[in-house]
């Protein structure tokens, strides 16, 4: 185990065989908001073991019991409540609470898991243990990569402008709004993981990848578009860490995480026997392949030398013809999970909604009290500092910062100067945040 133990092994072992699935229904329920907790407490030990280069239990004990294809069932549960359940909640006339969290912890929900996978799914054997729910896996990853390919005009996520904020439930749907370019991120990730194993994959999940999604093309788009780079103020950023930072000039030209983890992902899809076998080169695809050429510059394959073998392919590709779509008979699979959970609860969401409303959203005061307690031992500052990325970096100019906001700790700046400047947009959120403590 790494330094700082957050859970003991057998304390890790007891909390993975009790992972289950839950309706949706049930979702902000007592036993679901345990299992909430239970899995944040997996995922910080499993990044702090990870970032010790250590044994890594956590990823050993979901293999052993069984339990990814469960987390991948709760990870779509979970997307499919944010899309069908969270906006009549929000069109709810009668419903307006005056602490959203509850209903915030059901919305983070998907991230805690997204997050959580991407950390374990760096194993192969643990792309293998998701058996079947592997299709339902990457149908998750291509929805969440082809939305953010469509908000990549948008240069990323939404600004957080607070003043734009009028009601609660506003305020978390723009908060879950922000989120999902978080997750589709880490999606990004847990799908580059995936392809680490294509020679492994069957044929329903390899002809999903390559012939229903054809990832290749989408994955050509995210480098042309770059969603987690943009300029500001002239100056090059990117969203690491949770947050936008700048990129100093003498590293404009190293390869950012997000960017390696597309170009390994096209290099496997592209070169692997059994990908190359089965993906059809028509006309389209080898235009949008071509597009490939422009980034593939001597400074990128000095980073990336494999690079160089999918720069023989694409000088090759150029002069090959076209291939016919083919029309082999293939028994598509259809993402079981979605589909599922879709029969079970189609024409009830109204109904759903309105249960949470009543047994699940509208605590007492007491009941937040030990709920706010439970929140306190589970988000722990020791372990949250531990797994945090890197340094904690400005709020305004994004520098690395050792100095936080007095009122409210949530906040890093590098001077008072960059804190005086950031005030009027930091300001409500302090407020909101020192009063809710005192309220404790």
């Given amino acids: 185990m790494s330094h700082l133990e957050l859970l003991l092994p057998g304390e890790a072992d007891l909390l993975i065989r009790g992972l289950r699935s839950f309706p949706l229904r049930e979702m902000g329920s007592g036993g679901?908001?345990?299992?909430?907790?239970?899995?944040?407490?997996?995922?910080?030990?499993?990044?702090?073991?990870?970032?010790?280069?250590?044994?890594?239990?956590?990823?050993?004990?979901?293999?052993?019991?069984?339990?990814?294809?469960?987390?991948?069932?709760?990870?779509?549960?979970v997307e499919m409540w944010k899309q069908k359940v969270f906006p009549v909640l929000c069109r709810l006339e009668d419903f307006k609470p005056q602490n959203t969290f509850?209903?915030?912890?059901?919305?983070?929900?998907?991230?805690?898991?997204?997050?959580?996978?991407?950390?374990?799914?760096?194993?192969?054997?643990?792309?293998?243990?998701?058996?079947?729910?592997?299709?339902?896996?990457?149908?998750?990853?291509?929805?969440?990569?082809?939305?953010?390919?469509?908000?990549?005009?948008?240069?990323?996520?939404?600004?957080?402008?607070?003043?734009?904020?009028?009601?609660?439930?506003q305020e978390l749907q723009k908060q879950a709004e922000l989120m999902e370019f978080e997750i589709a991120l880490k999606a990004l990730s847990v799908l580059r993981y995936i392809t680490d194993c294509v020679n492994s994959l069957s044929l329903s999940t390899l002809s999903r990848m390559l012939s229903t999604h054809n990832l290749p093309c989408l994955l050509v788009e995210?480098?042309?578009?770059?969603?987690?780079?943009r300029r500001e103020g002239g100056k090059l950023q990117q969203f690491e860490g949770g947050c936008w930072q700048t990129v100093p000039p003498p590293e404009q030209q190293k390869l950012s995480k997000l960017d390696g983890q597309v170009w390994i992902a096209l290099y496997n899809l592209l070169l692997s026997p059994e990908a190359r076998a089965r993906y059809c080169l028509t006309s389209f695809a080898k235009g949008q392949l071509l597009k490939l050429r422009a980034f593939l510059t001597d400074t990128l394959l000095d980073q990336l030398p494999n690079l160089a073998d999918l720069q023989g392919f694409l000088a090759h590709l150029a002069l090959a013809e076209p291939q016919p779509p083919k029309k082999d008979l293939v028994l598509e699979q259809i993402p079981e999970i979605w589909e599922r959970l879709e029969q079970e609860n189609r024409g009830k969401w109204q109904a759903i909604a309105k249960h949470q409303l009543r047994h699940v959203f509208s605590p007492s005061e007491q009941d937040l009290r030990l709920q706010a307690r439970r929140w306190a031992e589970t988000y722990r500052l020791d372990v949250l500092e531990a797994v945090a990325p890197e340094r904690p970096r400005c709020a305004y100019c994004g520098t690395e910062a050792s100095k936080r906001c007095s009122r409210c700790q949530n906040e890093w700046y590098?001077?008072?100067?960059?804190?005086?400047?950031?005030?009027?947009?930091?300001?409500?959120a302090c407020v909101r945040t020192a009063q809710g403590d005192r309220a404790k």
């Fill in 414 to 428: 590098c001077c008072r100067e960059c804190q005086v400047k950031h005030w009027e947009k930091h300001r409500k």
């Fill in 32 to 77: 679901w908001n345990q299992q909430h907790e239970n899995l944040e407490k997996l995922n910080m030990q499993a990044i702090l073991d990870a970032t010790a280069s250590q044994d890594e239990p956590i990823q050993e004990l979901l293999v052993t019991h069984g339990k990814i294809p469960t987390l991948v069932e709760e990870l779509i549960a």
């Fill in 102 to 169: 509850p209903i915030y912890i059901v919305v983070h929900h998907e991230a805690s898991i997204i997050n959580l996978l991407e950390t374990v799914f760096f194993h192969k054997k643990v792309c293998e243990s998701a058996e079947d729910t592997i299709f339902d896996l990457v149908d998750y990853c291509h929805r969440k990569l082809t939305l953010l390919v469509a908000r990549s005009g948008h240069s990323g996520p939404p600004e957080d402008n607070e003043s734009q904020y009028s009601t609660p439930m």
């Fill in 222 to 229: 995210l480098l042309e578009h770059s969603p987690w780079s």
